[in-house]
Structure formats: C-alpha cells, structure tokens
C-alpha cells in the first residue's frame, strides 16, 4: 500500500513545504500555510501531475530561429467583446479560466458561447455545480440552440478523464474547478491541494489533445480568484467577469493573456435573454444629464486596445467630523490623497478641511494615471459649486511637482472624444494632434497651475 505523505502548502503561491512554518520562504506572507495529504507512491496522480508537469509532453531541442512563427488558428465565440478580451478567439489547447462573483453569469455567458460553438465543433459542457436539468432550464430560457451540445454531470477527475478520451471533444467547459476532486487526493474538493491537482490533470489533458479548456472558478471576498496562485501560471488566459448586482452591466477584463493583450474589456448587457454585448461602451457610460451639474467631467482611459469614454464625478462638503474623509469609487483610494496634496500645494487650492468623494460612473474601475487631471477637474469643479461645459473632455497624468505628462496613444483618445460630438479637449501639451481636427478645440497645459486657469476661462 502507497505510503501517505503530509505536507503543508501555502494558500497565496502555491509552494509546499515538510513541515509547518510561520511565513513563507517564496511569497513571505505570514500564516499561509495548510495541512495537505497526498499519495507518495509511483505512478499516483498526485505525485505524477506533480512531477510531469503541465505543459504537455516534452519536444525536441531547437534554435529560436528554428522554431516556426506561423500564427495560431483561432475559433471565434461568436460574440466580439469575448473575442477581443481572449486576444481574437479561442486557440486550440489552451486553458482559459473565467472568475466571477455570484450571480455575475459566468455560467450564462460560457453557455451562450458553447451551445453557439457546438454547432460547428464538438463540445463537453461538465457541470458539478448545478444539475443537467438546472442547465437545460436556463439554456431553454435563453433560447439557444441545444441540439449538439453535449452534457455531463460529474466532479471526478479520473471518470471525467475517461468520458473526454471516449468522446474526444474539441471544447471542453469544466463548472466549476472548485468542485472537481482527485482520488489520490484525500483532502476535500476546493482546498489547495485539490484544486492545484485537478487543474494540472485538465491542463495536461488539454496541452496533449489540442482541446480548447474553459474552466470557471470563484473569487474571494477582495475579488481575486480563489485557490493557490499556481493557478493562475498554469492556464495561459485568465479572464475576470465583474459587476454588481444592482447594475444591468457586466464587464469581462483580461488579467492574464499569452496569445493576447491584457487588461482588455469587453461589456455585456444582463437581459432577459442572457449576456448580450456592448459594442459601443461610451454610449452608456456617457448617460449624462441634460443639465450641466458641477464636480462631473468626462475623461478617455484607454482599455487594452481601444479609447473609451467615461464619466468621473466628483463631491467636496464641509468635513462632518474632526477628520475629513477620502472616499474613491471605482479609482486608488492613494492616489486621490496624493492628487489632493499636488492641488493643494501647486494648485493653491485648500481642501483639507473638506470631505472628498470621487466616483467612476457605471461601475467602471479606472486603473491608469490618465485620469488624474479629470479627477483634479472634477474636484475643483465641485469645490467651486461651477459646472464644466458638457462638450469638454479632459486626460492627463499628474506629476508631484504639478506638470501635466503625456500619456499614451493620446492622439487616438482625442479623436474617438471627437466621434461622440466633444468638441473641446483639455489634454497635455505632448498629446495635441499635428493635424488641427476640424470641430475640437484643443487646449494643451503643461502645469497644474495652467489647467485651472484654463478651466476659469471655460
């Protein structure tokens, strides 16, 4: 009989050690560390997905001017905001892992695009969370077509090997990750030691077979995806559907891509019948009032490869308390403070008394520093009680010392503002077009200082 061997793995990388330890040597966080039990005899699952890896079987030695250059086949979903957040469809053998909170419709989308792509290819739709029924329900209820997808309840990873050697499908969904579970494997299904397993035997199976791998999985309380941080190294795209429950709008973003471009967007509208994409996200991100009201300005961050349009709104009170309160929706909490000190100190503007709240309208999460002069814009608008035109947009990064910096592909952001009817720009100096454009005003700043007065003069 195989010997049981005990080991403690760590929760946030990944790594496994003999014995219980504080922090860990690898990722140096404190107080990871879980008790896992394995198989240590040859030839078991645990050990042997352990040491043959997950990358497929090994290949020949070459140069890297040997190795061929021809691009990928990709398979469209059928839907373009999917498409473009993988990079341009699905590649054969790849593993794709989709997180979400509850209710954000992972499992809706990922049906919508299999039963689509099942009329043309083969697919296996393995679902351990829900029933076969609970499924035909909601694909009936979405009125897609069900004649050729194939089905299966299961949350073994050996049998579910058995059924995918036998019908050799070309995609294969897997619902989720954290319910499936190895025999070798005696702790529970959704521990690190279950979840790292499984998902190196399916990876394995995909790199070796050519089967396109969709896996969906849960995400924690911070909205990271759940499990050990092998994870995420071992499939090649990792995709993140965001929303709230109050918002008829779902995101889906790019985290981790190798045939792709990361940090891509794609919008989805939740209706009736399921997920249907957005493939003009400025338009619902711009659903202003027809009254201009201060402390709102529209801003243009750019999304993997395309501008967008999005509204930034912005409150200054009188603080309430003895300290005043730094409160950012949908943008750094940090950055605010700092953007706030740069105003105060080559702005000459004092806020310090005041209670400040930022908010990225439609649920839009705004990661890159060209929406630091909007932000600043906005404030400052709101402080003064005086609305900015409505046919004004505004980017720009701001320094500590109060300059304005380029920011990329601004030539790009200032015509797609053009596209939707803005007709002024207040951008830095680097960014103004060579080209005059026929109905934008262009107004280039160079320092802090330079903006505001240009914002009186509007």
Known sequence: MAKAKTAFVCTECGADYSKWQGQCNACHEWNTFSEVRGVAGP???????????????????????????AEQARISTGMQEFDRVLGGGLVEGSAVLMGGHPGAGKSTLLLQAVCQLAEQHSALYVTGEESLQQVAMRAKRLGLPTKDLKMLSETSVERLMQVAEAE???ILVIDSIQVMHVADIESAPGSVSQVRESAAFLTRFAKQTGTILLLVGHVTKDGSLAGPKVLEHMIDCSILLEGSSDSRYRTLRGIKNRFGAVNELGVFAMLEQGLKEVKNPSAIFLNRGEDAAPGSVVMVVWEGTRPMLVEIQALVDMAQGSYPRRVAVGTDQNRLAMLLAVLHRHGGMHVADQDVFVNVVAGVKVNETSADLALLAAVVSSFRNRALPQDLVIFGEVGLSGEIRPVPNGQERIYEAAKHGFTRALVPKANVPRKPLEGMKVIPVTKLSDALTALEEL
């Open 43 to 69: 030839g078991k699952g645990a050990r042997s997905a352990r040491f043959e890896g997950y990358a497929g079987s090994l290949s020949e030695v070459k140069s890297l001017d040997q190795v061929s250059l």
């Open 168 to 170: 050799k499908p070309r």
